[in-house]
């Protein structure tokens, strides 16, 4: 029998919405994410992930807490491959032909977008920014050449670049 597993970086309806329908899977979600799961389907989450720590697969995990209380980050050391679900995302982006690409367009308009969160003090409070900024300095102690967003491309090297660039607008 093949064992198969499911980790979800958060709990919104569209990263865990399917998850009734594969069978007989180990679901892994934080605990902090559980309200976010319908009733109906919370029986099947048999496995919690840690606030920091190794889950399955050789995955470090690591709670983030920003984009929802539970969505963490999880990172293979062995591929350096980060997966940081809608911590850093693209929403609306069409993809350019490639799936794994450079994103020299989508990392440009993605520190756009967080140089004017950062100067505007209203979106600042609303979307809590410190908590963004926190989440984005435990991005920045694994060495990535790959980072999985959420939605949109998945960014091959110098992520750990723009990641500080990011960061110069705490």
Not at 23 to 43: A, F, K, S, T
Not at 116 to 142: A, V
Request: charged share 25%; proline share 1%.
């Amino acid at each position: 029998m093949i064992r198969t597993h499911f980790i979800a970086t958060h709990g919104h309806k569209d990263h865990i919405g399917a998850i009734q329908f594969l069978g007989e899977i180990e679901i892994y979600i934080h605990n902090l994410d559980l309200e976010l799961i319908p009733e109906n389907i919370r029986n099947k989450l048999n496995r919690k992930l840690p606030d920091i720590g190794q889950t399955l697969s050789n995955l470090e995990c690591v709670l983030l807490g920003h984009h929802t209380e539970g969505s963490v980050l999880l990172y293979q050391r062995r591929s350096k491959v980060l997966f940081c679900g809608d911590h850093l995302c693209f929403f609306g982006e069409q993809l350019s032909g490639n799936v794994v690409d450079i994103g020299v367009c989508e990392k440009q308009k993605y520190k756009q977008f967080v140089s004017e969160w950062s100067q505007n003090e209203e979106m600042r409070e609303q979307h809590n920014f410190s908590l963004f900024i926190e989440g984005l300095k435990k991005n920045t102690k694994y060495d990535v050449d790959y980072l999985c967003t959420g939605h949109g491309v998945v960014l091959k090297g110098k992520i750990n670049e723009f990641i500080s660039d990011l960061l110069k607008f705490e």
